[in-house]
T-cell receptor, first 112, second 113 residues
Framework: SAVISQKPSRDICQRGTSLTIQCQVD?????MFWYRQQPGQSLTLIAT?????????ESGFVIDKFPISRPNLTFSTLTVSNMSPEDSSIYLC?????????FGQGTRLTVV | GQSLEQPSEVTAVEGAIVQINCTYQ??????LSWYQQHDGGAPTFLSY??LDGLEETGRFSSFLSRSDSYGYLLLQELQMKDSASYFC??????????????WGLGTSLAVNP
């Protein structure tokens, strides 16, 4: 399976600011996704990162709050904009080949 | 809608066998996957069943019955390092979209000495 490098691994941010998370895959993948996960809970899909076009967002998530880029098949970014304490969570990027998903190590975000 | 049900917690002792069940309700079923996630880590892929029956990978096996909309993950010869959360997931494809995964809520497995 492919390896995903995700950074930063953690950050503490002031409310009202924005943070961009990057993911680099070591091989081309057809699908990339961004998730949010609270400790002890399941994964919540934020959006599908589409190569060369706008991301597909899940219900409850909007582009203005979580803009996503995917300029090629190996790289994607997620920005958490105008942060509030409610955005404190673990953010995970995922690459998927057919039905097998593999993940970056996650970004633990704390908004103060 | 799409939903998966699995037990929230399971406890077992080292050397034992544990079975984690998953029932699902989805449209356009493609198969059932299992993932393991240790505290502070990322989910890692364990197995995928596209067809009915048992798939074995070392100490872990996974089973699927499509007629019952049911599957399970079987962990044998439990070790302390198996303490983790286990998620079942199914690929879901809506019109014009890729196969995103629908996730269960996870089962927290505690292996005791």
């Amino acid at each position: 399976s492919a390896v995903i490098s995700q950074k930063p691994s953690r950050d503490i941010c002031q409310r009202g600011t924005s943070l961009t998370i990057q993911c680099q895959v070591d091989s081309q993948v057809t699908m990339m996704f961004w998730y949010r996960q609270q400790p002890g809970q399941s994964l919540t899909l934020i959006a599908t990162a589409n190569q060369g076009s706008e991301a597909t967002y899940e219900s409850g998530f909007v582009i203005d709050k979580f803009p996503i880029s995917r300029p090629n098949l190996t790289f994607s970014t997620l920005t958490v904009s105008n942060m509030s304490p409610e955005d404190s969570s673990i953010y995970l990027c995922s690459g998927q080949v057919d039905t097998e998903a593999f993940f970056g190590q996650g970004t633990r975000l704390t908004v103060v | 809608g799409q939903s998966l049900e699995q037990p929230s917690e399971v406890t077992a002792v080292e050397g034992a066998i544990v079975q984690i069940n998953c029932t699902y309700q989805t449209s356009g079923f493609y198969g059932l996957s299992w993932y393991q996630q240790h505290d502070g880590g990322a989910p890692t892929f364990l197995s995928y069943n596209g067809l009915d029956g048992l798939e074995e990978t070392g100490r872990f096996s996974s089973f699927l019955s499509r007629s019952d909309s049911y599957g399970y993950l079987l962990l044998q010869e439990l070790q302390m390092k198996d303490s983790a959360s286990y998620f079942c997931a199914v690929p879901y494809s809506n019109a014009g979209n890729n196969r995103k995964l629908i996730w269960g809520l996870g089962t927290s497995l505690a292996v005791n000495p």
